[in-house]
């Protein structure tokens, strides 16, 4: 009996933590179509914690107010950036959580989209609604 009631332990644990895991997953998707309905600026700006860091090529470190401000001088306007979260994974505690998949910037001008990869780590807010913690990206997927 001990062993069946240990199985079954693990199984609700792996069975809630893959719930958690679909639901961090759908706010990331979330987060682009926000980001694909009224621009990536917006998306940011929303999804962003407060002491969130945005890491991008030739940039130090990009953290909090600065991270804002950072944002609110992006031009948005000439493309389109989406992405599709392909994983999910959430700490033990529940506190912090991550997502990675494929982005593509858009042209709005012309044919032509770019296609990379991403990294966010998320950070459950007391609220309970998560935050984005850290964002990173990599170019290279080809055209």
């Not at 009631?5 to 998707?29: F, I, P």
């Not at 980001?35 to 940039?59: H, P």
């Not at 999910?88 to 858009?106: H, Q, R």
Request: glycine share 8%; aromatic share 12%; charged share 25%.
């Amino acid at each position: 009996m001990f062993f069946m009631a240990c199985g079954q332990k693990k199984e609700q644990q792996a069975d809630q933590k893959a719930s958690k895991c679909l639901e961090l997953k759908e706010v990331d998707r979330e987060f682009s179509e926000k980001s694909k309905k009224e621009g990536m600026k917006s998306a940011y700006i929303d999804f962003l914690d407060s002491n969130g860091v945005i890491l991008r090529v030739n940039e130090l470190p990009i953290v909090g107010a600065n991270a804002i401000d950072y944002l609110i001088q992006q031009n948005d306007a000439d493309y389109m950036l989406t992405w599709d979260p392909q994983h999910a994974d959430i700490a033990e505690s529940g506190e912090l959580g991550i997502t990675y998949g494929i982005f593509c910037m858009k042209s709005k001008q012309i044919d032509t989209s770019f296609y990379g990869t991403y990294t966010n780590v998320w950070k459950k807010q007391s609220d309970g609604k998560w935050k984005l913690f850290l964002n990173t990206f990599n170019n290279g997927l080809g055209n």
